[in-house]
C-alpha cells in the first residue's frame, strides 16, 4: 500500500515541538554556541542538563567532551567515553583524531585502546550501512544482478531515510520499485540504466534527491549549447547568448524557441525533460524544465532548434537553426555566473548579487566592500539565481544586518528503532533548530533592504530568505522560492554513478513549512516578455519602489 506519513510521522514531528527531546536539540545547540565562544563551563553545564533529561548520548557526549579537555578534566573525559560505550553508543574515530581541543588526550596512555576500539565500532557501522559490493566501476554494459542490486538499494535508502513522503501523499514507493526492477532488465546499457534510476527518484518530488551517473556520461546525458533559456508568460525565450559561435549563427537573446528537434517545445519538455526531472514544486519543475534542462543531451549529436525571430524592422519570422551541444567540461564554466557582484543604483541604492553560495567567494566578498555597500541609503539583495551551497555563507551576510541573534530554521529527520517498530510503536523523529545567527560585532547596516527571489532561488539561498523573514527588516520580492532543501544522503551505486536522498526536513523559524511549496514573497511580481525585450527589470522596479514608500 502507499507509503503515507501524514497522519504518524509529521504530526509526531509537530508534536514533537514541545517535547523535552526537542527542547534537548536547542540546548545542544547553545552549548556548542558556548564552546566556540570559548566558555567551557557554560557549554557543560548546559550539556549536563540535557544529559539530566535524556541520557548520555553520541551528540551531548562530544560536546561535553570537548568541553572537560578544554577545562583540563582529561579523567573525566575518559569516563564519559566509557559511559557512552555502556549505552552501546560511540564517537567516530574520524572525529576524534581530527578534534585539535582533544590533543591532550592523545598523549595518554589509554588513547590507544579508546581509538582502537572507536575503529572497530567505525568498521561495524560501514559493513551494515556501506555496500562495497554494489558500488562497481563504470562499464558500458552492467549485468542483470547489479542493475537489480542497483534499484534495490535506491530504493531501500529512501524507503527508510526519505523525510518528505508525506508531501507526495499519492506514491507508492513500493509500486515504483516493482516497476522500476521489470524496466532495468531490458536496459543493460548503462546510460539507459541510469535514465531508469532517474525516472524511479523522480517520483519523490524532490529536488535534493536525484540520481547522478558516471563520469564517464556525463557529456553523453548534461551536455548543452552554451545558452540561457526561460520560459516567460508560457513563452519560451532565449535569455543569453554564452558562446560567440552561437552569436555568428544569428542566435540572440529575445528570440522564441518553438520546436526542438521538429517537436512543438511543450511537447519535447513532456516527452523528455520531465520524466526524469527530480524537483520540489512547479515553479522549480518549470524553471529547470524550461531552462537548463531543456537542451540537455549527448555532445555528438547536435540539436535543431526552430525560432520565432524579428529581422530588422520587419515583422517577426520563423527559421530554423541547428547548433552544438558542448561537452561539461566547456559549457559549466561559461554558464557559470559570478557569485558575488555589487552596484550602486540612482537614489544611493546598492544592488548586491549573490548568485551562489558554494564556497566563502561571497561572503568574503561582500564583507570586503561593505564599507562602500554600506553608503547606501538601501540594499536589494539579489538571489534569484542563487542555488545554493553552505548555509553559513549566506548567514556571514546577514549577520550584519541584524543586531540581535537571529534564530534560523527548523528542522526533522526521521529516527529508527527495530525493537519499537517490532512492538508496534511509531518511529521516533528527531530535530531542532540551526541554532542563531550572531550580529556581526564590526559591521552593522540599518538602513533599508529588501531581497529578491525566483524559483531559481534554491537550497542554501532559501535558507538565508528564511532567516531574512526572522529578521523582518524588508519585504521579499518576485516570485515563490523554489522549495527544496535539506541534509542530502549520498550513496554509491553500480555503474561508478550515486545517488542522493534528501533526509532532513527544515521549516521557517515560526514552523511554517515551506519545503514542496517555497518560500512566499512578500510583493508578488512575475517578469513580462514585454518588459524583458525593454531591457526592463520588473522585479527590481518592484523593490525599488517599495523601499521608497517604507523611506517615506
Not at 581530527?98 to 588526550?105: K, N, Q, S, Y
Amino acid at each position: 500500500m502507499p507509503i503515507s506519513f501524514k497522519s504518524s510521522l509529521l504530526a509526531l514531528s509537530l508534536s514533537l515541538l514541545l517535547t523535552p527531546a526537542w527542547s534537548n536539540a536547542t540546548r545542544l545547540e547553545q552549548a556548542e554556541q558556548r564552546l566556540q565562544a570559548g566558555q567551557a563551563a557554560q557549554a557543560q553545564a548546559l550539556v549536563e542538563q540535557a544529559v539530566q533529561d535524556q541520557g548520555l548520548q553520541t551528540e551531548s557526549a562530544w560536546l561535553l567532551l570537548r568541553a572537560q579537555v578544554a577545562q583540563g578534566q582529561i579523567d573525566a573525559a575518559f569516563a564519559t567515553i566509557t559511559k557512552l560505550t555502556q549505552r552501546q553508543q560511540w564517537l567516530p574515530a574520524e572525529w576524534l583524531e581530527g578534534e585539535p581541543a582533544l590533543a591532550a588526550m592523545r598523549n595518554d596512555a589509554r588513547w590507544p585502546a579508546v581509538l582502537a576500539q572507536a575503529q572497530a565500532r567505525d568498521s561495524q557501522q560501514q559493513r551494515l550501512y556501506g555496500a562495497a559490493a554494489l558500488e562497481t566501476p563504470y562499464r558500458e554494459t552492467l549485468p542483470l544482478n547489479e542493475r537489480l542490486a542497483g534499484v534495490s538499494r535506491l530504493w531501500s535508502e529512501a524507503k527508510y531515510n526519505f523525510a518528505n513522503f508525506d508531501l507526495v501523499p499519492q506514491l507508492d514507493w513500493d509500486a515504483v520499485y516493482l516497476r522500476t526492477l521489470e524496466r532495468v532488465k531490458h536496459t543493460p546499457r548503462t546510460l539507459d540504466y541510469y535514465r531508469e534510476l532517474q525516472r524511479m527518484i523522480a517520483q519523490l518530488q524532490d529536488g535534493h534527491s536525484n540520481v547522478y551517473p558516471a563520469e564517464a556520461l556525463f557529456d553523453r546525458m548534461w551536455a548543452r549549447p552554451a545558452l540561457r533559456t526561460a520560459r516567460i508568460e508560457g513563452r519560451v525565450l532565449i535569455t543569453e547568448v554564452l558562446d560567440p559561435q552561437l552569436s555568428r549563427q544569428g542566435l540572440a537573446p529575445g528570440q522564441e524557441i518553438l520546436r526542438i528537434d521538429r517537436q512543438a517545445v511543450d511537447a519535447h519538455v513532456r516527452a523528455r525533460v520531465l520524466p526524469f526531472l527530480a524537483a520540489s514544486t512547479p515553479q522549480d519543475r518549470e524553471a529547470r524544465a524550461y531552462g537548463a534542462e531543456l537542451l540537455a543531451g549527448d555532445v555528438r549529436q547536435k540539436v535543431a532548434l526552430q525560432l520565432r525571430v524579428r529581422d530588422g524592422a520587419a515583422e517577426a519570422v520563423v527559421k530554423t537553426v541547428t547548433i552544438p551541444r558542448l561537452g561539461v567540461e566547456q559549457v559549466f564554466p561559461l554558464m557559470q555566473r559570478e557569485p558575488f557582484a555589487w552596484r550602486m543604483l540612482p537614489g544611493q541604492v546598492a544592488l548586491v548579487t549573490l548568485n551562489g553560495f558554494d564556497d566563502d567567494t561571497a561572503a568574503d566578498a561582500y564583507l570586503q566592500a561593505f564599507d562602500a555597500i554600506a553608503q547606501a541609503r538601501a540594499i536589494v539583495f539579489d538571489l534569484r539565481h542563487n542555488g545554493g551551497g553552505n548555509s553559513g555563507v549566506g548567514y556571514r551576510i546577514l549577520a550584519t544586518l541584524t543586531s540581535q541573534p537571529l534564530p534560523t530554521s527548523k528542522w526533522w529527520t526521521r529516527g529508527h528503532v527495530s525493537a519499537w517498530r517490532a512492538w508496534g510503536r511509531p518511529m521516533p523523529v528527531e530535530g531542532g533548530s540551526h541554532g542563531e545567527i550572531q550580529p556581526d560585532a564590526q559591521r552593522h547596516f540599518s538602513g533599508p533592504v529588501a531581497v529578491l527571489t525566483s524559483a531559481g532561488t534554491y537550497s542554501a539561498a532559501e535558507d538565508f530568505v528564511a532567516a531574512f523573514k526572522a529578521l523582518r527588516r524588508g519585504p521579499v520580492v518576485g516570485t515563490a522560492t523554489g522549495g527544496s532543501t535539506g541534509q542530502p544522503l549520498f550513496f554509491k551505486l553500480p555503474g561508478g554513478g550515486q545517488a542522493r536522498i534528501c533526509a532532513k526536513r527544515d521549516l521557517l523559524a515560526d514552523g511554517t513549512e515551506f519545503v514542496g511549496k517555497g518560500i512566499a514573497v512578500d510583493v508578488p511580481v512575475a517578469a513580462s516578455v514585454a518588459a524583458w525585450r525593454a531591457g526592463r527589470d520588473e522585479v527590481l522596479e518592484a523593490a525599488l519602489t517599495q523601499l521608497g514608500e517604507r523611506a517615506r
